[in-house]
Structure formats: structure tokens, C-alpha cells
């Protein structure tokens, strides 16, 4: 199985794989895509803001958000705001 079937078969079972997480058997590939990008860059900018809010560096925030989703955030929201005015 070269890398092209690989990708192609990948696309054909997102529609199976959202529909067992709840999202309906009528969801396209396209669709699948944009919401599987859509909630880890979601969270990367939660995580961004959170960040700002306690003077932290945002891209810290972003990176955690977007690779943890909101296990990411709360460890955002948790640690404790910067003393030196942070990096924005």
C-alpha cells in the first residue's frame, strides 16, 4: 500500500469514524477534515488567549491548546501568571 492509497483509504473512513463519535452517518470527508482541524486550532487559540490574559507567552498557550485539546488549557489556566510581564 503506497502512501496515496494510504491517504485515499484514510479519507473514505472518516465518514465511518465520525459517525461513531456521534456526528451522524450524512458527514462527508470534507466535512470530517474542517471539524477534525477546526477543534485543535479552537483550543490553540483558547489556549493562546488564556495565556495572554495571565501575561504569558501566547505561543505557549497555542501549543498546548492545539496538541492537548482542553487538557491543555487547564494546564494553561493553571499556571501561575507570569511576574515579569511576559512575552507576548
Known sequence: MN?????????????????ILGFGSS?????????LLAFPLGFGWFGSWVAGQKKRRKREGFILGLLFGPLGVLVEVLLPAAEDGGHT
Open 3 to 19: 502512501l496515496d492509497t494510504a491517504f485515499q483509504a484514510t479519507l473514505i473512513s472518516l465518514p465511518r469514524k465520525m459517525a
Open 27 to 35: 458527514v462527508g470527508p470534507e466535512l470530517a477534515i474542517l471539524i
